[in-house]
Each structure stands twice: as structure tokens, then as C-alpha cells.
């Protein structure tokens, strides 16, 4: 899988879903975190992918 970019609007929430790569949702998470601190405008599009990382990575190693 391509690496996750939460700017692309073409890349949705069901890319993120699709992910099983652990150390790339993990680096999508801060970097999304930053991001949201970082970005007035596109906060609510990262908050919902932010908030679709966190879930897969909870569903990938439970």
C-alpha cells in the first residue's frame, strides 16, 4: 500500500481502514496530530482520518 497522505482528498478513510501496515499508521498518527495543531483549515478532514488511524491501530494489535 501506498504510504497514507491524509492532505489527499482521494485518499479516504477507507484507504486508512485498509492499512496493515502498524509503522506507517503510527507515523500517520503524529504526523496528523501535528498537523491538526498546525492547520486551522483542514482540521476537521484530519481529526476524522486522525480519529480512523487511532481505531485501525487499536484493531491491528489487539
Known amino acids: 500500500m501506498n504510504e497514507i497522505d491524509y492532505y489527499d482528498e482521494d485518499f479516504s478513510v477507507e484507504d486508512i481502514e485498509k492499512t496493515t501496515d502498524l509503522d506507517e ?3 500517520a498518527e ?3 496530530q501535528s498537523s491538526i495543531w498546525n492547520n ?3 482540521n ?8 480512523v ?3 485501525r491501530i487499536v484493531e491491528l494489535t489487539n
Open 25 to 27: 499508521l503510527e507515523d
Open 30 to 32: 503524529v504526523n496528523l
Open 40 to 42: 486551522e483549515e483542514q
Open 44 to 51: 476537521d478532514i484530519l481529526k476524522e482520518n486522525l480519529r
Open 53 to 55: 488511524v487511532k481505531a
